[in-house]
Nanobody, 113 residues
Framework: QVQLVESGGGLVQAGGSLRLSCEAS??????MGWYRQAAGRQREMVAR???????NYTDSVKGRFTLSIDNAKNTFYLQMNSLALEDTAVYYC?????????WGQGTQVTVSS
């Protein structure tokens, strides 16, 4: 079992920035990334990286969001810049290890006008 602890959500005005963190109990992984679910919407992939690969992003966040990894801290991040109202959602970190899929508890990001 892998435990994931998220932090960094909050309220921000449109055009502002936030950085989300996900701390893992182990850093042996197949892929990791960030997903979000807005009220009344399906959960969608935001950013994802596989071991040995480069990050992939959903089209709506390309150029604004960046996924990064700190191996020494067993932590990965989502830097979110130029936030828009449409980015408001609960954000979940995701960690895949072999055939197992793990999720953080979720953190609320609210973008105001």
């Amino acid at each position: 079992q892998v435990q994931l602890v998220e932090s960094g959500g909050g309220l921000v005005q449109a055009g502002g920035s936030l950085r989300l963190s996900c701390e893992a109990s182990t850093f042996s992984f197949s892929s990791m990334g960030w997903y979000r679910q807005a009220a009344g919407r399906q959960r969608e992939m935001v950013a994802r990286i596989t071991r040995g690969g480069s990050p992939n992003y959903t089209d709506s966040v390309k150029g604004r969001f960046t996924l990064s990894i700190d191996n020494a801290k067993n932590t990965f991040y989502l830097q979110m810049n130029s936030l828009a109202l449409e980015d408001t959602a609960v954000y979940y970190c995701n960690f895949v290890r072999g055939w197992n899929n793990y999720w953080g508890q979720g953190t609320q990001v609210t973008v105001s006008s």
